[in-house]
């Protein structure tokens, strides 16, 4: 079992409080809370944040997503399970999350803008951002 090196949550709760804020905003936002949380799963599962991919796995089934879906998130470019757009929006997670090789590619972006809003675009950047900075906190804590 691995030790959490900080309750970081507890040591600095008002910076911890304010995130957990800004992710709850999104509750608000015009988009499918299922795919905000396919977002926080790709991201999660990326990052290699065990104790998030538990949270929105949960989530996700909860939501009504088939555990064969759920399954096939991390494989998404080659299952024809995904929307265009959910493809579109795992894609953009993938390039922001990995921004320092990827560069958030023309392309990428255009794919987005052809099935969601500027507002829900920005709404699904700080989805990623959000969660990337969750994951980096769990799992450099060892949540």
């Known amino acids: 079992?691995?030790?959490q090196r900080l309750f970081y949550s507890?040591?600095?709760p008002a910076t911890y409080k304010a995130l957990v804020s800004a992710?709850?905003?999104l509750d608000k936002s015009s988009l499918p809370k299922a795919l905000i949380e396919m977002i926080f799963m790709r991201v999660s599962q990326i990052n290699g944040c065990a104790f998030c991919l538990n949270m929105h796995g949960k989530?996700?089934?909860d939501s009504g997503l088939s555990n064969a879906k759920i399954d096939m998130i991390a494989g998404w470019r080659v299952s024809s399970a995904f929307s265009e757009a959910e493809r579109a929006v795992l894609d953009w997670a993938e390039a922001v999350t990995y921004?320092?090789?990827s560069g958030t590619p023309d392309s990428t972006f255009d794919a987005l803008k052809a099935h969601f809003?500027?507002?829900e675009i920005s709404d699904l950047t700080f989805a990623i951002s959000i969660m990337n900075a969750f994951?980096?906190?769990a799992v450099s804590m060892r949540q």
């Open 1 to 3: 079992m691995v030790e």
């Open 10 to 12: 507890e040591l600095s």
């Open 23 to 25: 992710s709850l905003t």
């Open 59 to 61: 989530s996700l089934r």
């Open 99 to 101: 921004i320092n090789t």
């Open 117 to 119: 809003t500027d507002t």
């Open 135 to 137: 994951n980096r906190l």
